[in-house]
């Protein structure tokens, strides 16, 4: 067995998981990178064997102090989601091959790389996640070090961020499906996913190998979302299907341009062009029969969101959504951690000081990054004091400070002032037609709640 | 040679101090000295901070992110950052109770200057027109603390309306918003004089250009906001650092002064102060006392001093503030560029403003906003956040704000005075203050008069962003307690001893017959010294 393990992304979704579950584990110990400061950062927290330590992979000066006497690597950071290619290929293949390079000076004897099944999509020309991913891969089997590969299918969780876009899809009144939906899946929970990882480390299984590792049962895409669909609705779905032809060249045609604007890449459509299965051959063995299936996963969420969510987990969310509404990022555990803290700390934010026109108001905003636009339009105008504005306020000022974020909101989105001008006329232009669309929307509501308060009010 | 104990240990009460040790006097300063924090990574700048500190959310919002501007905050524009909250703790004592007027008290160490922006102005002989003194007098003294704190400033158009002494350092480097506005103003000057009246300039800093003792020169880590880490920008601590080395200074924390207590000749004999640790009394005997703790804690003293004597409540009539207008504005020249977070922070520039005579100029202190937080000015953009925080990236490199200033004179109508507690507790202080009949006018002529100056630099001073600040968020306190000539009861001699108590003086704001429109610190500094210099 390994006996001082280094992991990068430790803060990611499956890093935070992997680490929860090595505590119990018995290696000397474990160092937990992550690109910004962790509340536990450079001491040895509860007593446990965990580390954290604040570096990037690209910069070798911020690893290679930490990375000596490690014996293992488990390399889970990466870029994902909606950014742009050069980005991608940064974190995910350069950043790979400069942490190859610093193992190899540090004398790290055994790599374990997290990828991803797309790498073996196809047709990856629109997705430079898959091909960032599938040089990082190059790059490992091409380094001396003792490897393993993983590539996961689709990792679902209540928390993940493929499960909030399922949900999106599918937890509506319609059930959208992009493309006629027969693609195969083969979704895996976290919990599976992180025990294959922790068995490699266990029983030191580094032979140059790639493995795929899927959950226990094959799906097709429309069914797998018409379960989650009855899952909430309790019914057959109906289902609307998007067709991928017009979808994808008008998303490759705006992805030059409107990039930072549009909702989602062509990229991210690839799950419903391409099978995401693990073949049997490379499949990592010794937990397929003990791994959760389908239902159980479905069910274990709906279980989890209906009657576990707990105030922590809604306030994650709500900070995720709306941190995506504001700056178009994900929140890191740090963010997430200080927006959970102000809520027991500063009672204007507390729900029950609130009207049912704020916790409406705050409740429509946390579904999805455009409500919150919608709902931030109108409360700027008709209820600037609203709770919800008081939690993206406090939000803005966590993400002016955070390690993560600050830069965002340093760099400026245009350069030169005719470009300045430009965008400020089209923020006019845009704000008033989110407001008349607000209005009609949000109007009766606020006059609704604004009356039945004031007959309450008469009536006590 | 005398004992003397000074109340205060502010930006008058420390170089007061400094000036009778090197008279050969005893000095004892008394005072409840709340203490700052320690320095955090003082080799950082400002986005290095946030990048390194484990917990930078804690250093920039407070652990009870008490720096959170909310939509509906009743805080100011700007609130003070937690690593300056130790300026604002109150100990146990009643408040003032106040009207027309928002008191602040400091009871840190250094008192309210450990938060000031370090302008310092000596005042010409017209603003100095209703004091027995005139410029002459301070002169040695304006230069004496310019040499001593390190004064940085040049010789440009300001000269007009602030003297030009001896002992100015180099003047700081501008930033590229401050460099745009001056260079703009030397194209176009002769217009902007000639309509306006506006002159523009650097602005005369407390921070040092040069390294100056053991303080370093500023490096430029845009810190500013959150606390100097080198020292750069003089505090009264530094004064008062070098006081504790000399051995016949005495320094009392942790007390806090009620009054003064007298012999049968109607002397002061010794000072009575309460312990804000485990409220002991105790009682500090001297040849000679001096108040220099801030108009307002300074009158409370003399009052209650007189209450106990006499039983006689009185009011101390003629209290002045100056009223600023903040007028945030923006440089299209600017707009779509990367600011630079690495630069003076506070006013680099000034704009001084002639209205009908040099004397009743505004005063207008300029500063490119780059590090301050972002969130409480992005929510009052006129659009939704998202947009707002879009935009506010857009235009920071171009933003700026101007801070005027406007001067104040004595009413009767604006007094200080006691009320006695019924059941034998601390008094409480009555504040009242009602603007002059035409302050609207001045106010509407001042916005109107800036944004034109504004305009010929070529920036826009959005019409619904301006915030006229209540009378006492200036916290430049002054005129209860003045200079005269004549003995009046409630007055001071030239050399600020009390007309009421002959071994009594008052070093602070209270002894202003005038509250000119520039910032009092420097005079506050430099009347000290010369008073303390004077034969007692």
């Known amino acids: 067995m390994a006996d001082r393990l280094f992991i990068t992304g430790a803060n990611g979704f499956v890093g935070r998981h992997l680490v929860e579950q090595l505590r119990h584990q018995a290696f000397e110990q474990v160092t937990c990178l992550s690109t910004r400061s962790h509340p536990d950062n450079e001491s040895v927290n509860d007593g446990s064997l965990c580390r954290w330590v604040t570096g990037d992979i690209r910069d070798p000066r911020s690893t290679s102090e930490h990375l000596e006497g490690v014996d293992t690597v488990v390399h889970l950071a990466a870029l994902t989601g909606k950014q742009r290619a050069e980005d991608h290929f940064s974190v995910n293949a350069e950043g790979t091959r400069i942490l190859l390079e610093s193992c190899h000076r540090a004398g790290v004897r055994r790599f374990l790389h997290v990828s991803t099944i797309a790498v073996k999509f196809r047709d990856t020309t629109h997705y430079p996640y898959a091909r960032s991913k599938l040089e990082a891969e190059e790059a490992v089997r091409n380094s001396s070090l003792q490897h393993t590969i993983i590539r996961p299918t689709i990792v679902v969780s209540a928390e993940s961020p493929s499960w909030h876009a399922f949900r999106q899809l599918a937890a509506g009144p319609l059930t959208f499906v992009f493309g006629g939906g027969a693609t195969r899946i083969q979704p895996i929970h976290v919990d599976d996913l992180v025990a294959c990882m922790v068995g490699i480390l266990r029983h030191d299984e580094f032979a140059d190998t790639t493995f795929e590792i899927g959950g226990c049962e094959q799906t097709t895409m429309e069914r797998f979302l018409s379960r989650i669909h009855g899952l909430y609705h309790q019914r057959r779905p109906t289902v609307v299907h998007i067709p991928l032809w017009p979808t994808v060249p008008c998303l490759v045609a705006a992805e030059t341009v409107f990039h930072d604007m549009l909702p989602l890449t062509a990229g991210q459509l690839s799950p419903f062009q391409h099978d995401s299965t693990a073949d049997r051959e490379k499949a990592y063995p010794q937990l397929e029969y003990t791994m959760k299936s389908v239902t159980e996963m479905l069910d274990g969420i709906l279980e989890e969101e209906r009657h576990g969510e707990t105030q922590a987990r809604m306030l994650d969310r709500e900070c995720r959504i709306f941190t995506s509404h504001l700056i178009d990022c994900q929140p890191d555990e740090y963010i997430l951690k200080h927006y959970r803290d102000a809520h027991q700390k500063v009672w204007e934010l507390g729900h029950s000081r609130s009207s049912t026109f704020d916790r409406a108001m705050t409740s429509l905003a946390s579904c999805h990054p455009l409500l919150s636009r919608l709902v931030d339009t109108y409360t700027r105008v008709f209820a600037p004091t609203a709770l919800v504005r008081k939690k993206w306020i406090l939000l803005l000022s966590l993400l002016e400070v955070s390690a993560s974020t600050h830069s965002v909101l340093d760099a400026p989105q245009q350069e030169g002032s005719t470009r300045v001008t430009f965008a400020l006329l089209m923020a006019g232009v845009r704000f008033m037609f989110l407001l008349l669309l607000s209005s009609i929307a949000f109007g009766p509501l606020h006059v609704a709640c604004i009356s039945g308060a004031s007959i309450r009010h008469r009536i006590d | ?536």
């Open chain 2, 1 to 536: 040679m005398a004992h003397v104990i000074v109340v205060g240990s502010g930006a008058s009460g420390v170089q007061y101090a400094a000036m009778a040790l090197e008279r050969g006097h005893d000095v004892t300063i008394v005072d409840v000295g709340n203490r700052a924090p320690d320095t955090v990574a003082p080799d950082s700048s400002l986005n290095e901070l946030k990048d390194r500190l484990p917990d930078p959310a804690l250093y920039f919002l407070g652990n009870e992110y008490g720096a959170v501007l909310y939509p509906d905050a009743k805080e100011e524009y700007y609130g003070f950052p937690p690593t300056k909250e130790f300026i604002f703790e109150t100990p146990d004592v009643s408040p003032p109770s106040s009207s027309g007027f928002r008191p602040l008290l400091s009871y840190a160490r250094g008192g309210l200057a450990e938060a000031w922006t370090g302008g310092v102005y000596p005042l010409n002989d017209l603003e100095l027109s209703d004091f027995p003194i005139g410029y002459d007098d301070l002169e040695p003294y304006y230069e004496r603390i310019a040499e001593h704190i390190g004064v940085s400033g040049t010789d440009d158009d300001l000269r007009r309306f602030y003297p030009l002494h001896a002992n100015l350092q180099p003047a700081l480097n501008l930033d590229a918003h401050s460099r745009s506005l001056l260079e703009t103003y030397e194209e176009r000057k002769s217009r902007i004089n000639r309509d306006t009246g506006a002159y523009l300039g650097h602005s005369r800093l407390a921070t040092i250009s040069r390294d100056l003792g053991d303080r370093k020169a500023c490096d430029y880590k845009g810190r500013c906001l959150w606390g100097c880490p080198s020292e750069s920008l003089y505090t009264p601590s530094v004064t008062l650092r070098r006081c504790l080395q000399h051995p016949n200074f005495s320094y009392q924390p942790n007390l806090h002064v009620s009054h003064l207590e007298l012999n049968g000749r109607d002397e002061l004999q010794c000072l009575v102060a309460t312990s804000v640790v485990d409220g002991r009394r105790c009682r500090f005997e001297a040849d000679r006392f001096v108040l220099g703790a801030g108009a307002l804690s300074s009158a409370k003293i003399f009052l209650e001093t007189i209450f106990r004597r006499s039983g006689d409540i009185v009011k101390l009539k003629g209290l002045m503030d100056n009223r600023q207008i903040l007028m945030p504005f923006l440089n299209p020249r600017l707009m779509g560029r990367q600011y630079d977070p690495e630069s003076y922070q506070y006013h680099q520039l000034t704009m001084g403003i002639e209205l009908d005579s040099a004397r009743e100029y505004l005063h207008c202190q300029i500063t490119t906003l780059t590090t301050a937080l972002a969130h409480p000015l992005v929510q009052k953009f006129p659009f939704d956040l998202r947009s707002s925080i879009s935009t506010f990236r857009n235009l920071r490199s171009g933003l700026g704000l101007v801070n005027i200033n406007l001067h104040d004179r004595r009413r009767a109508s604006n007094y200080v005075t006691l009320r006695p507690d019924v059941d034998g507790g601390p008094a409480r202080l009555i504040v009242r203050y009602h603007p002059a009949p035409n302050e609207g006018h001045r106010i509407r002529r001042a916005i109107r008069k800036v944004r034109s100056a504004l305009w010929q630099l070529g920036c826009l001073a959005p019409p619904g962003t301006m915030h006229i600040r209540p009378m006492g968020a200036s916290v430049h306190y002054a005129g209860t307690i003045p200079m005269s000539t004549r003995p009046e009861s409630f007055t001071v001699s030239s050399d600020c001893v009390s007309h009421d108590f002959e071994n009594l003086q008052i070093i602070d704001g209270s002894i202003f017959p005038f509250l000119p429109s520039k910032n009092i610190t420097f005079t506050l500094m430099a009347n000290a010294a010369r008073v303390a210099d004077s034969d007692f």
